[in-house]
């Protein structure tokens, strides 16, 4: 049967490799053709160009909505303010939306959204007309709403442009209960959800802790199980990154390098992230940053220095076949979409090397968007009706275990065990939950089929198993 045409995209578009990675997967399932095309296949691409004032003249604005998949309500999925940004770009993301919700299962289909603009040359005021405006041409075409499509921060928008999106919505749509469930991502004070902005990074660490925690995948590798000493290096020091770099260097990681546009930074001792974060803020550089013993002015220099660990937290086709062959990391964690090619991939698969793929990598974002979502839709906050009740009950338990056994509590010792459950200590133990339990999920497919060359193969087996089951269930296939 012919491929469908956006699935047949040329093999060096971005679009292109996830459909080459889909495919590779694609053999070691059973499903029929047609409803592997109907899977890979992006099933709504929405391109707009809208008119903004500017100075004393106008411009026109390229903006896209690819919803991918609707083998589940809603989509889902962020909207990336780029210059780069492409109906291409926006389709891959789309797609990788939909096995990224798959893998960590989270309830829906896949979508992404693109605006063409480099945010930095514009004032508050027109990023705020252009999102505006971005989301009343959604809203006319049916590509926006809490049970449509939701979407979310993404590469260059964060909790100020959601603001403006729920806003628009809510105006446009006054009466409506759920209104606010039209877009995640949102500051806590418009009922955002506590631990959105670092659940991305945290769930990259999480999963890099899963993976070296497993001896046996360690030793292949000639490493030694756990967190402590691994050397690490992360490119991007944007939300994703930044974040990352926390949590890794809280499990016990060393972060030796890190890699920004203007250029890397190196120190095999390990570099202090919120010392590196100012020195950026104050200089507008990492470069020239007193910690460091060597620094690289090609940016992708830093990707090549020795490491164990190597964390592509930007954009895109940052791993290639070009500069492959000068990786030395022997784990890959792609907290970005999409940074290794799969050519680049395959040279780094036959090495040895362990990828933890984007789709399970980066999923921890996604995961409490999905979370947020249910609190917009509850109209309550996590904890809100249980943590007194909770405290309550444990101070009951705690009274009558000293009752019995004559021993005292010290304060600390009381309050730690009193203590009912924060919103935030919900959502990351619900993240943590969800990145432990899908890591072994993907590792246990891999394990299963000898033939499966590894996490991204497995990710993609498994996501693809679980859309195929959703068309099933809706009848759409036999
Ligand atoms: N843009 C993020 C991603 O690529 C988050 C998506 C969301 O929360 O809907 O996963």
């Given at each position: 049967?012919?491929?469908?045409?956006?699935a047949?995209?040329s093999?060096t578009?971005?679009f292109g490799?996830?459909?080459?990675?889909f495919d590779?997967a694609?053999?070691f399932t059973?499903?029929?053709?047609?409803l592997?095309d109907q899977?890979r296949?992006?099933?709504?691409?929405y391109?707009?160009?809208?008119?903004?004032?500017?100075?004393n003249?106008?411009?026109v604005?390229?903006?896209?909505r690819?919803?991918?998949s609707?083998?589940?309500s809603?989509?889902?999925?962020?909207?990336r303010?780029?210059?780069?940004v492409?109906?291409?770009e926006?389709?891959?993301?789309a797609?990788l939306?939909?096995?990224?919700?798959a893998?960590v299962n989270?309830?829906f289909?896949?979508?992404k959204g693109?605006i063409?603009?480099?945010?930095?040359?514009?004032?508050?005021?027109e990023l705020?007309?252009?999102?505006?405006r971005?989301?009343?041409?959604?809203?006319k075409?049916?590509f926006?709403?809490p049970?449509?499509d939701?979407?979310?921060?993404?590469?260059?928008?964060g909790e100020?442009e959601?603001?403006?999106?729920?806003d628009?919505y809510?105006t446009?749509?006054?009466?409506?209960?759920?209104?606010l469930?039209c877009?995640?991502g949102?500051?806590l004070a418009?009922?955002g959800?506590?631990?959105?902005k670092?659940a991305?990074?945290?769930?990259?660490a999480i999963s890099i802790r899963?993976?070296?925690?497993i001896a046996?995948?360690?030793?292949?590798?000639g490493l030694t199980?756990g967190m402590s000493g691994?050397r690490v290096?992360v490119?991007?020091?944007?939300?994703?990154?930044?974040?990352?770099i926390?949590?890794?260097?809280?499990?016990?990681?060393?972060?030796?390098?890190?890699?920004e546009?203007?250029g890397a930074?190196?120190?095999s001792s390990?570099?202090?992230?919120?010392?590196?974060f100012t020195?950026?803020?104050?200089?507008?550089s990492?470069?020239g940053?007193?910690?460091a013993?060597?620094e690289?002015?090609?940016?992708?220099?830093?990707l090549e220095q020795?490491?164990d660990?190597l964390?592509?937290?930007a954009?895109?086709n940052?791993?290639?076949i070009?500069?492959?062959?000068?990786?030395k990391?022997k784990?890959?964690?792609?907290?970005a979409?999409?940074?290794?090619?799969p050519e680049?991939?395959?040279?780094l698969m036959n090495?040895?090397?362990i990828?933890?793929?984007d789709?399970?990598?980066?999923?921890g974002g996604?995961?409490v968007?999905?979370?947020?979502?249910l609190?917009?839709?509850s109209?309550v906050?996590?904890?809100?009706m249980?943590?007194?009740y909770e405290?309550?009950a444990?101070?009951?338990?705690?009274?009558?275990?000293?009752?019995?056994?004559?021993v005292?509590?010290d304060?600390v010792?009381?309050?730690?065990?009193?203590?009912?459950?924060t919103?935030?200590e919900l959502?990351?133990?619900g993240?943590?939950?969800?990145?432990?339990?899908s890591?072994?999920?993907?590792r246990?497919?891999?394990?299963?089929?000898?033939?499966?060359?590894?996490l991204?193969?497995?990710?993609?087996?498994?996501?693809i198993d679980k859309?195929a089951?959703s068309?099933?269930?809706?009848?759409i296939?036999p």
């Amino acid at each position: 049967m012919a491929k469908s045409i956006d699935a047949a995209h040329s093999d060096t578009s971005f679009f292109g490799d996830v459909c080459q990675f889909f495919d590779h997967a694609a053999q070691f399932t059973s499903h029929p053709e047609g409803l592997l095309d109907q899977i890979r296949s992006c099933n709504s691409v929405y391109r707009f160009r809208f008119p903004i004032r500017r100075g004393n003249g106008f411009e026109v604005i390229d903006a896209w909505r690819v919803e991918h998949s609707h083998h589940k309500s809603p989509t889902k999925g962020g909207i990336r303010y780029s210059e780069m940004v492409n109906e291409d770009e926006v389709m891959a993301l789309a797609a990788l939306m939909t096995y990224k919700c798959a893998i960590v299962n989270v309830p829906f289909g896949g979508a992404k959204g693109g605006i063409k603009i480099n945010p930095k040359e514009y004032t508050t005021a027109e990023l705020e007309t252009i999102t505006r405006r971005y989301t009343v041409e959604l809203i006319k075409k049916n590509f926006i709403g809490p049970a449509i499509d939701v979407p979310a921060p993404d590469y260059g928008s964060g909790e100020r442009e959601m603001s403006w999106i729920a806003d628009t919505y809510q105006t446009m749509n006054p009466g409506q209960l759920d209104a606010l469930g039209c877009v995640t991502g949102k500051p806590l004070a418009l009922h955002g959800i506590a631990g959105r902005k670092e659940a991305t990074g945290r769930g990259v660490a999480i999963s890099i802790r899963e993976c070296v925690d497993i001896a046996e995948d360690m030793k292949k590798m000639g490493l030694t199980a756990g967190m402590s000493g691994k050397r690490v290096i992360v490119q991007g020091l944007g939300n994703v990154g930044y974040h990352t770099i926390k949590y890794l260097i809280e499990f016990g990681a060393t972060v030796v390098g890190i890699c920004e546009y203007e250029g890397a930074i190196y120190n095999s001792s390990g570099l202090n992230l919120d010392e590196v974060f100012t020195h950026r803020k104050m200089t507008g550089s990492i470069l020239g940053f007193p910690g460091a013993q060597k620094e690289f002015k090609n940016s992708a220099e830093g990707l090549e220095q020795d490491c164990d660990i190597l964390v592509p937290a930007a954009l895109e086709n940052q791993i290639t076949i070009s500069n492959v062959a000068n990786i030395k990391a022997k784990i890959i964690a792609e907290a970005a979409n999409g940074p290794t090619t799969p050519e680049a991939a395959e040279v780094l698969m036959n090495r040895g090397c362990i990828i933890i793929p984007d789709m399970y990598c980066n999923a921890g974002g996604v995961t409490v968007s999905y979370f947020e979502w249910l609190k917009n839709l509850s109209h309550v906050a996590f904890g809100r009706m249980d943590k007194r009740y909770e405290e309550n009950a444990n101070l009951n338990l705690v009274n009558m275990v000293e009752k019995t056994t004559g021993v005292t509590l010290d304060a600390v010792q009381r309050s730690l065990i009193i203590k009912g459950a924060t919103e935030l200590e919900l959502v990351n133990s619900g993240l943590e939950d969800t990145m432990i339990r899908s890591y072994h999920e993907i590792r246990d497919v891999q394990m299963a089929n000898p033939k499966i060359d590894g996490l991204r193969t497995a990710a993609f087996v498994s996501s693809i198993d679980k859309v195929a089951i959703s068309y099933m269930n809706m009848g759409i296939w036999p």
